[in-house]
């Protein structure tokens, strides 16, 4: 798999209940426009992960991909960090 054009995205996963899948919280900060202030958002990504080796609490990073389902457009990449460590 090509990851030259691809986006890559870090987060933690919140959630592996789905067979093959886990809902992945990707934090951003980013200033505000017109009150200069930090501003924290947070979106929620599910994201494929083919033998289910992810565990709430992990830090993972997600690769976009083409559409898997109606709402999966990611894979797992690689698991940063795993959660009792």
């Known amino acids: 798999?090509?990851?030259?054009?691809?986006?890559?995205?870090?987060?933690?996963?919140?959630?592996?209940?789905?067979?093959?899948?886990?809902?992945?919280?990707?934090?951003?900060?980013?200033?505000?426009?017109?009150?200069?202030?930090?501003?924290?958002?947070?979106?929620?990504?599910?994201?494929?992960?083919e033998n289910n080796t992810c565990q709430i609490g992990d830090v993972v990073k997600i690769v976009e991909s083409r559409p898997l389902s109606k709402r999966k457009r990611w894979m797992v990449l690689e698991i940063t960090q795993k959660a009792g460590e």
């Open 1 to 49: 798999m090509s990851l030259e054009h691809k986006m890559i995205r870090s987060g933690v996963v919140v959630s592996n209940k789905a067979d093959k899948t886990v809902v992945v919280k990707v934090e951003r900060k980013f200033q505000h426009p017109l009150y200069s202030r930090t501003v924290k958002q947070t979106t929620k990504f599910m994201a494929h992960d």
